[in-house]
């Protein structure tokens, strides 16, 4: 066999280790996370993990749910202020932006989804935490649930609006076209025909949002105080709730894992067991959604 | 195609009603309506955007000048000096996780698009493999980078002594972009007509010499995309290396330095001394680095339709 042949088979094989690669690292990934977690939830077991209102590692009580409500909470918040803005944002560049608005917007967009998140906290930190200040409510220090809700919204804006923008470009021209013909204003197009079209699309992107707002980890220690306490209202508002400072799983994992050691260490590598599980769950779910769009088509 | 075709029918009888209801004027005043607060909202939405980009350059402007850029962080508590050993980290360390991430997400991307597709591919094995590496790509894309952190700490600098390092921190920091490496390759070898590799082949060319004289050529502008967006990517994360690389702000010296990006001095600054300026100034620099590199993938992918369109 000539050399060249010889080469061809090689490269082969070569290429094909390289492109397991991938499948190995999430392998383990969920290998070392796992085990390394599995001492936290052996010694202080899962119940007492997920359900115990307190963390104190100093006095080995390390109830995480706290941060799972920290997490959910600021996800809400993000997605009750972000998403109304970004499918508008969607539908308007997609329908009724003239072009050459659409040619400076979708690259700025772009340009957002990529800086870095410190710098997100950091305009947090110094506009955002001393305007939230200003509501009067006792014992509000402007760091919180509201100031990092915020933050987030804005940081995932980009990242829904985008998605949702191509599930309404992929709507095919001859439903607009046929709605126009039977008399419809396109606003009522947009309404009744292109939203429900595109409708698994957009709620795909607003499952990758709540995916990326999940898992962001700095802008939040930044701006949400990182307090341990279970989050409650602060007066008889309810709403006072999101004036309280709290701590989200992925801040729990940064803020601590520099100095924890032993059980403590290990309850952090749990603390990323769950909030993998819960960005496993929100992806899957996002490709079921995304695949059951693709059947439609 | 039924279900469609049965929305479609419910849609058109929902307009009937309506029209029943109104008449042609209310319909489109109720038209400007909702465009004019679509309009406003998309307003909005830039001017949100551009408020936090515009105030941390602006505000940042006031801290750089050369002495910013040129002196190194003294490391005391108002956050006194400069940035520069963070520049050199932050490329020392953007070179090390493309050099380990590239050639394993392009020899991914190129077995998944050339080989893996090949219809003689009849090992019921093999298939099971490469459904399984599609899954790892996405999977992996859509894991938050604390998780990346995490993993690096407990592989590279727990188990494998490897400590806060740049090698660490680059291990790490290859898991977290190999799936944008991976899918823009993907992205780029799919986009070169089939017809060069049949000419090629035709010519007596094994399918490697096809790959690397012919494919590659052709779609190595986006595959540069690719590795562009990846160094976005390590310039502005943050998670993973906070974890990994330790935190030093003295230059590093070998790959088992620890040391400090950009983004984590940020970090620190606002966090640990609340030197807010000084912050603010990396930001700046920060952001118009993301600039540069969106531009250049601008210009990067314009060019790599412009050539695609001139040869078809």
Sequence with gaps: METRRIVDRGVKYILFISAMISIVIVFLIALFIFREGVEAFNTVGVRTMLFGKVWRPGQEQYGILAMILGSILVTIGAIVLGVPLAIGGAIFLAEVAPEGIQAVVRPAIQLLAGIPSVVYGLFGMVVLVPLVRKIPVPGNSGFGLLAASIVLAVMILPTIASIAEDAIRAVPQSYRQGSLALGATHWQTIVNVIMPAARSG???????????????????????????????????????????????????????????????????????????????????????????????? | ????????????????????????????????????????????????????????????????????????????????????????????????????????????????????????????????MIGFSHFGVETLAGIPSIIFGLFGYALFVSTMKFGFSL????????????????????????????????????????????????????????????????????????????????????????????????????????MDTRAFEKAMGTGAILILSIILINLLINFLSRRLTAGLRGVQ
């Design chain 1, 202 to 297: 957009i709620i795909a992107a607003i499952i990758l949002g709540v995916g990326r707002a999940l898992g962001e980890t700095m802008a939040m220690i930044m701006v949400i105080g990182n307090s341990v306490l279970m989050p409650s209202p602060m007066t008889n508002n309810p709403l006072t709730l999101f004036l309280r400072q709290a701590r989200t799983l992925t801040g729990n994992i940064a803020v601590e894992i520099s100095y924890a050691t032993g059980v403590h260490e290990s309850t952090l590598f749990a603390t990323g067991v769950v909030l993998f599980v819960l960005i496993m769950v929100v992806n899957i779910s996002a490709r079921f959604v995304m695949r059951e769009r693709q059947a439609i088509h």
């Design chain 2, 1 to 128: 195609m039924m279900s469609d075709n049965k929305t479609i029918e419910i849609q058109h009888e929902n307009i009937l009603l309506q029209q029943k209801k109104s008449n042609l004027s209310l319909r489109h005043a109720t038209q400007s309506a909702f465009f004019t607060i679509l309009w406003i909202g998309g307003i909005i939405t830039v001017l949100i955007l551009l408020a936090v980009t515009g105030y941390v350059i602006f505000q940042g402007f006031k801290a750089i000048d050369l002495q910013f850029l040129i002196t190194p962080p003294r490391g005391g508590l108002s956050g006194e000096g400069g940035i520069s050993t963070t520049i050199g980290t932050t490329l020392y360390l953007v070179l090390l996780t493309i050099a380990i991430a590239t050639p394993l997400g392009v020899g991914a991307a190129i077995f998944l698009v050339e080989y893996a597709s090949d219809n003689n591919i009849s090992s019921r094995f093999l298939k099971g």
């Design chain 2, 167 to 270: 090698l660490s921190a680059s291990l790490a920091g290859a898991c977290l972009v190999l799936p944008v490496i991976i899918r823009t390759t993907e992205e780029a070898l799919l986009a070169v007509p089939r017809s060069y590799r049949e000419g090629s082949l035709a010519l007596g060319a094994t399918k490697w010499q096809t790959i690397r004289k012919v494919v590659l050529p052709a779609s190595l502008p986006g595959i540069i995309t690719g590795i562009i967006l990846s160094v976005g990517r390590v310039v502005s994360e943050t998670a993973v290396f906070y974890v990994t690389l330790g935190g030093s702000y003295r230059m590093p010296k070998s790959i088992m330095s620890s040391g400090r990006t950009m983004a984590l001095h940020l970090y620190y600054l606002a």
